[in-house]
């Protein structure tokens, strides 16, 4: 037997082990549906790089209206949803694909319209608004993508008692930056959280026109997909994001989150 065998073979298991030692340890990853006006708002490029450096999970994003949001869940598809249609997640919570809802932020809707605002919707009072919009027929783009944001404009439109909404009423199943984008090409009227607005690049002659009303609150909640239900869900990674963005330092970090100096979310998981 050659001697120097056991000492060449000794070597290589040490040069193995250093080797693996330095090898980049790969990060958990989880993912999470999510609305369009959390992603296109840039919340999530400010919140997310803070919960990896306090958790070393990273977030994949699948951005979409809330009601495909809860979709892609319901499927088994995310690990967890972070929307904003309470009664659409009071639901998904009672039908078992999560066990708990947490609300973690709100902002607001508002209208949006051209400047001369020729329909004469300014005001403060959404139902109003949108009752003088179908009376003038005037071009009004919905998301009519089952998103948070389109099931708070059918509330509205309820709330108004009209089934006809206008000869310029026009649905585009999109999300809200090219709702946004069409009305600014269209000087059309839209219904937008108050996020993307402020995050939006391309107004052309839209302004705010209604805001103000109680109404127009728009909440924000978490839940992790329930492995009860899809036993491949990454629950607990799922959990320790939506117990950080709950947290004092998620809160703090939603809070900092700003635009031209206004801030775009506002905390709210312990009131």
Avoid at 27 to 35: C, N, P, V
Avoid at 61 to 73: N, S, Y
Avoid at 208 to 219: A, S, T
Avoid at 242 to 261: F, L, P, R
Wanted: glycine letters at 10%; proline letters at 5%.
């Amino acid at each position: 037997m050659n001697p120097l065998k056991p000492l060449r073979c000794g070597v290589a298991l040490i040069g193995l082990a250093a080797a693996l030692a330095v090898l980049p340890v790969r990060a958990e990853t989880i993912t999470m549906a999510s609305t369009t006006s959390t992603e296109q708002s840039g919340l999530f490029a400010h919140l997310l790089p803070a919960f990896k450096a306090a958790s070393g999970i990273d977030v994949k994003v699948v951005a979409q209206g809330t009601g495909q949001a809860l979709d892609t869940a319901r499927r088994g598809d995310a690990d967890v949803v972070f929307v904003h249609d309470q009664a659409a997640e009071e639901k998904f919570v009672a039908d078992g694909f999560a066990v708990k809802r947490y609300p973690v932020m709100y902002n607001d809707f508002v209208l949006i319209g051209p400047a001369p605002d020729p329909a004469g919707a300014k005001g403060k009072d959404i139902v109003a608004a949108l009752g003088k919009l179908a009376a003038a027929n005037a071009p009004f783009i919905s998301r009519g993508d089952k998103s948070g944001t389109h099931a708070a404009e059918l509330r509205y439109w309820k709330q108004a008692g009209l089934d006809d909404k206008g000869g310029g009423y026009k649905e585009c199943g999109c999300g809200m930056g090219p709702a946004l984008n069409m009305a600014s090409s269209m000087d059309a009227y839209v219904l937008s959280d108050r996020g993307t607005w402020l995050s939006f690049k391309n107004p052309g002659d839209l302004k705010v026109l209604v805001e103000g009303d109680k109404r127009l609150f728009n909440q924000y909640g978490v839940m992790v997909v329930n492995p009860a239900r899809h036993a491949h869900v990454k629950a607990a990674a799922a959990q320790k994001f939506a117990d950080w963005v709950t947290s004092k330092a998620g809160q703090d970090t939603i809070a900092s989150y700003k635009i031209n100096g206004q801030q775009l979310f506002f905390p709210n998981a312990n009131q």
